[in-house]
């Protein structure tokens, strides 16, 4: 059986809801050629929104590679997992991908890691300590397989924040975007989950990201979607809930998506028939449950300082935070510390700047926080 609510892992099919206009531009994008940012929030669906156009603009003469760089914390093992993702997602078959590995990587020796990697593909180990000239070799694939093939190949790069935390980033970055950016027949697509380090990557002149391509803020998917979504999915197992129960579990998780698909599927359990005012409240308990041990482990070692800002914010002060009536009501010490404490914690992911607001990162800790 289908599961009803999906959470936990990238959605597509009947679990995916709207992100039209989104799934269109970025199909373009991809079409044309056009180099595009990802930004949002944490989990409200940017890996699955590129998997989807990804199945929907491939073809014959445009080849999209996926590509996470989550667990790569250098450079070398960024370009290494690159240059894997590339070779083994445009060939067909095996010997494709070894021969352009030979005639494109004239400085390294190619190995084959016996167990795939964590995403289930093949991957491949290129032996040989990369040089600088062999790393730009790695970074100059996709057009050197896009003009041989006589394709197009777009290179879609998951978790793309981290590259700001490589030693030496900027250089790195500069080194990136003056490869890239003579490509003609291969484009970009980067995007990662901690929003403040991927615009941090492109937000001002002196950044090598800066202009780049096309940006796209990903929204919320909108309350309307949600209520078609969950209520259908209720009726289709024989179960009811009203519009505004609906609307009470979008807005009591802030909107997002992952949360939704989740306090959805408590709210289901609980239900033989109709929902009602008790299994909503247990449902959202079980929820900020779940949760509980990955806030424990995000502010182990915060500074009572630093919790306290959290309670302020949690409590819905989002601005003003360092005026003296804040600062003694939470016990945040002095104005100077404010600014030290909120740079910390925005640092941490803890918190977010929104239009000069600020909110906790995750909808959930803020219930959590008030709970202990
Ligand atoms: N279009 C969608 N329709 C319905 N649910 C969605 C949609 N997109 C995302 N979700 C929900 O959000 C969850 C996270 O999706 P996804 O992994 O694509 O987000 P993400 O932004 O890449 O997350 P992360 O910030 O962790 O990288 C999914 O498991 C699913 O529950
Ligand atoms: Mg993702």
């Not at 039209?20 to 929030?41: D, Q, R």
């Amino acid at each position: 059986m289908d599961k009803l609510f999906v959470f936990g892992k990238t959605v597509s099919g009947d679990a995916f809801t709207d992100r039209e206009k989104e799934t269109e531009k970025l199909v373009a994008n991809f079409k044309y050629g056009i180099n595009t940012f990802i930004v949002s929030p944490r989990r409200w669906g940017k890996t699955s929104l590129v998997k989807k156009a990804k199945v929907l603009a491939e073809g014959p003469k445009l080849k999209i590679v996926y590509v996470d760089v989550q667990h790569c914390h250098s450079r070398e093992e960024f370009c290494e997992r690159f240059a894997s993702a590339v070779l083994t997602q445009t060939a067909g078959k095996m010997d494709e991908w070894v021969e352009n590995a030979r005639s494109f990587l004239s400085r390294f020796s190619i190995g084959l890691n016996a167990s795939p990697d964590p995403t289930g593909e093949l991957s491949l180990r290129l032996n040989m300590l990369p040089k600088e000239r062999s790393m730009e070799e790695l970074l100059q694939l996709p057009e050197r397989i896009a003009q041989k093939k006589g394709v197009r190949v777009v290179v879609c790069i998951d978790e793309f924040q981290q590259i700001g935390n490589y030693p030496d980033s900027l250089r790195f970055q500069a080194e990136l975007r003056s490869v890239w950016q003579h490509h003609q027949q291969a484009s970009y697509c980067l995007f990662g989950s901690r929003k403040h380090l991927m615009e941090s990557l492109f937000d001002d002149t002196s950044k090598p990201f800066y202009k780049f391509g096309d940006i796209i803020y990903l929204q919320r998917i909108p309350l309307e979607y949600w209520v078609k979504y969950i209520t259908s999915k209720f009726k289709q197992e024989g179960k009811s809930i009203t519009r505004k129960q609906s609307e009470w579990i979008v807005n009591q998780v802030d909107g997002n998506s992952s949360y939704v698909q989740q306090l959805a599927w408590y709210v289901f359990l609980r239900t033989a028939k109709k929902v009602g005012e008790t299994i909503l409240r247990e449902a959202f308990d079980e929820l900020v449950d779940q949760c509980a041990d990955v806030f424990e482990a995000k502010t182990e070692g915060l500074t009572a300082y630093q919790m306290n800002y959290l309670r302020a914010v949690a409590d819905g002060v989002n601005d003003g935070l360092s005026s003296s009536q804040t600062i003694s009501n939470y016990n945040l010490g002095s104005s100077a510390n404010v600014a030290i404490i909120m740079k910390s914690l925005l640092e941490k992911d803890l918190i977010q700047k929104i239009d000069k607001k600020i909110f906790l990162t995750d909808p959930i800790m803020g219930h959590w926080i008030k709970r202990t």
